[in-house]
């Protein structure tokens, strides 16, 4: 059993930048890759980026090149910086823990956090 809680959410301005963080709960936190996802009103939930075990990452198109997602295992935590925001960015982001690294789909994870709301302004 993994219980996770995300926070660093907030307002910012475009161009602006935030770090979301996602404390995990579980001795066994390592053995599980991590994801981001995202949703916003009226919209299904997307993924935005993923790290394995070891610390290998995969974005979406959307965010790559401006977020950057890391692990640590010794804290049990993993960091998305995100960096050059838009109003498009504008949702609130799910971290979530599955058994599979490289999978974009939301069922694919097994467990998930409460959720942090990002506000991105123009």
């Known amino acids: 059993q993994v219980q996770l809680v995300e926070s660093g959410g907030g307002s910012v301005q475009a161009g602006g930048s935030l770090r979301l963080s996602c404390t995990a709960s579980g001795r066994t936190f390592s053995m599980y890759a991590m994801g981001w996802f995202r949703q916003s009103s009226g919209k299904e939930r997307e993924f935005v980026a993923a790290?394995?075990?070891?610390?290998?990452?995969q974005y979406a198109d959307s965010v790559k090149g401006r977020f950057t997602l890391s692990r640590d295992n010794a804290k049990n935590e993993v960091y998305l910086q995100m960096n050059s925001l838009k109003s498009e960015d504008t949702a609130v982001y799910y971290c979530?823990?599955?058994?599979?690294?490289?999978?974009?789909?939301?069922?694919?994870?097994?467990?998930w956090g409460q959720g942090t709301q990002v506000t991105v302004s123009s």
């Open positions: 979530a823990a599955g058994q599979m690294f490289g999978r974009i789909w939301p069922v694919s994870y097994n467990y």
């Open positions: 790290v394995s075990w070891s610390g290998s990452t």
